[in-house]
């Protein structure tokens, strides 16, 4: 797929630098299956040209970076919608972030929650706008992932904030984000650009083959998470097929609290 193709995406490149930008604000950028294939195509856009050095993954407008699956299309229809090649591809656009051999910066303009929360951080960077909250949502909405977004996570921040952010589904702020090494540096909103642009051109100005070892050796000592993350996504597909899940959903679209209650 080309980018010129693309509905939920945008990619730009500027100064050796790709910026993906999810452009669903109407939805606070979360994503549907052809979001997802639009993000896959555009990272692979990335890899492939020799002009990019560094990669960015950011959010339309100032309210969201991404929160997660669409939850509205899930409510509605049963799935995340029609895809190029009839499946949910989310597990290969964790893989394509980690194996793609260049660095990707998550520059979070506003929430990042649910799936759109894994997704910066399984980025190598993250630059986060003073204003952006960060968190997990699926146990309230009728899902899961048992996968990189939870053993990955407790890599990152450790064991304890990790099942704090699973087991409460309360998001954190900025500071505590910056406090808890969940993210790189922190900004005013109208500055995030600009420093991530900057963070960016310091990337570039680096050897790409000692980058590319770099960022592959750092992924080896967690990679075979990637064969929890196939179990993870097996069960949550069977899940995302029972009365609880659809409960969850349903709650959110009604803008009610679920009842789990008969799922104890
Ligand atoms: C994101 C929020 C914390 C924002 O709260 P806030 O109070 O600032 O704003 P509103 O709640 O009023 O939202 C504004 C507007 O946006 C709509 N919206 C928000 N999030 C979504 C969403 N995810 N999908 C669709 N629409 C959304 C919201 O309804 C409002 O619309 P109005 O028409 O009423 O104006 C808060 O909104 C929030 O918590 N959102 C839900 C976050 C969430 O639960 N995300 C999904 C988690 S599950 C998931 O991500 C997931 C990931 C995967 O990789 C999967 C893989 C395989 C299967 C399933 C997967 C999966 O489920």
């Known amino acids: 797929m080309q980018p010129s193709e693309f509905s939920d995406v945008r990619y730009e490149v500027r100064d050796a630098t790709a910026w993906v930008t999810i452009d669903r604000p109407e939805r606070m950028n979360s994503f549907r299956g052809r979001t997802v294939d639009e993000l896959i195509s555009a990272f692979k856009h990335a890899w ?3 002009e990019v050095g560094a ?23 049963g799935s995340y919608g029609p895809t190029e090649w009839g499946t949910f591809e ?31 951080v399984l980025c190598d960077l993250t630059v986060a706008a003073e204003h952006a909250r960060f968190g997990q949502s699926g146990p309230r909405v009728g ?28 998001l954190i702020d900025a500071a505590t984000a910056l406090n ?17 642009a900057a963070w960016a051109a310091k990337i570039n100005a680096l050897s790409p083959t000692a980058l590319r070892f770099l960022k592959h050796s750092f992924n080896a000592d967690t990679d075979h998470l990637g064969g929890l993350s196939h179990v993870a996504f097996d069960g949550l597909e069977v899940f995302s097929h029972t009365d609880e899940a659809a409960e969850g959903a349903r709650a959110f679209a009604e803008k009610r609290a679920p009842d789990y209650r008969p799922y104890r």
């Not at 989310?90 to 649910?114: F, Q, T, Y």
């Not at 977004?149 to 409460?168: H, P």
Request: glycine share 12%.
């Open 48 to 50: 492939a040209d020799k």
């Open 55 to 77: 990669i960015v993954l950011t959010g339309a407008g100032e309210r969201a970076f991404c929160a997660g699956g669409d939850v509205k299309e899930r409510a509605e229809t």
């Open 90 to 120: 989310i597990e290969r656009l964790h893989r394509i972030i980690r194996d793609v051999p260049k660095p990707v910066i998550a520059s979070v303009n506003g929430v990042a929650v649910g799936g759109g929360h894994v997704l910066h």
């Open 143 to 170: 899902s899961f992932d048992a996968g990189f977004g939870s053993a990955y996570l407790a890599r990152v921040i450790g064991e304890k904030r990790a099942r704090q952010l699973w087991f409460t589904c309360e």
């Open 180 to 196: 808890w090494g969940l993210v790189n540096e922190v900004v005013p909103g109208p500055d995030l650009a600009d420093t991530t």
